[in-house]
DNA sequence: TGCATAGTTCCATGGTAGTCGAACCATTCA
DNA sequence: TGAATGGTTCGACTACCATGGAACTATGCA
């Protein structure tokens, strides 16, 4: 008991301005970027790196770094709720509201994101894999299931090609216009592959847009069926 | 990001040692003189009268005047639960500040946090609800069931008037001492009352300590039975 | 390849806030 | 009335730290 919890620094990491406004933001369960959240909390880029080092050192915040960007999420639930209850204790009510990427339509509908397909069309592939049990996994590493390799098989992927080379198979890549996942790894890169083949879609030349025909769209849409409303989303 | 709630000047004013530690005091919901207070947050009377006017002025203590004495004490329940729901984030993230001290085996065993019981049998009051299948539950909000209903009725407490209250019933509270979960929330403050009133226990003056009488102690092991190997201590 | 962007590190600066000594006010009690 | 105790105010010292300018690395894109 006099072991007391050092409530002490969590609180006082809370206590700085920008730091708050950067968790609040966090608070929508999305990850945000650096960047983002500079802006968020009207401080300069250095200014919130700092701040962002001090709040994964003290493991409030975790981050995952995808490409150039590094996103940055709230650790955990228990984060969630300190800043929930201090939100109550504030009484007021507020919403930060942040500005998330780009707003070229086209872009965030399906766009190239390294070599596999990653926009909303991206997303909904992910989705409607892994709710048809065709993936599994929590982390960045999925596994494909038996039913995911038949339903790969149907689509005219040789997974023992893919197999062969080094590169993991399924891995979960997440996606900065909707910061939910989409597929990537060998199986990802070779899905999209097969989108072009079957000439549902084409590369925007000098972009990195993938536009479908209305007849590709709805084939696709036809073949990853999404059955319904909330998909498991990412924390 | 103007109208955002304030919750940075609330963590700045936790995010104190000296403050976080009288906040800490507190927690028992005694009231307790600045002098008392200065001790228990090894600073001066100065620097404890500077740190209680700052609480005072922000609403998270209020004071009472009693002669030349002044009794502070935690504002409100929401106050209390941003300490807790800190703590428990404490302890999740492992951080604890050491001070080296005696250990009071007394304190050890059965003690007030805030206003429901802790220490070794208030663990063993939550494990033995747990494993009769009075209370379900994973994170910090646990649910009561039938048969805990039946429970806290046969043991009289009024449910009913619980649940008017906008607290929450049944809370899991983590231990510092033991770094395992008691029984918080609305139920949690009720057994306690129970335990008083039924003359099990007593709370010794001036201290967090709550006494068990030899019969009372024997009473609560009967009805809070608690089936299979002992609460495996740590240290 | 060259350029733009994301993000970090280093550093100087200025403001803020925790701390205690000393003096002061208020209450109680002998 | 004087002494003791509870508690606050004032002022000075000090340490910390949030901030952004500048320079730097790394990645992606055309």
Redesign the pocket.
Known sequence: MHDTPDIASIA??I?????ATILMAMMTGRAL????L?RA??????????????LVDAKLVV?EQ??????FRLANHDVGTVIETLVGLAHRLGVVHVDTGPTDIAMRKAR???DHLAGDLGVLVHDSLRQQGCVRGDGRELTLTDKGERFAEEFGVDLAALENRRRPLCLACLDWSVRRPHLAGALGAELLERFFALRWAARVK???VVLFSAIGERALRQRFRFRESGPALAR
């Open positions: 006082k990491l206590g700085d301005h920008a730091r970027t650096a960047t983002e500079s909390a009207g401080v300069s880029k250095q200014t919130t790196s700092s701040h962002l080092s001090k981050v995808v490409g150039r960007h590094r996103y190239v994101c390294y000098g972009t990195r």
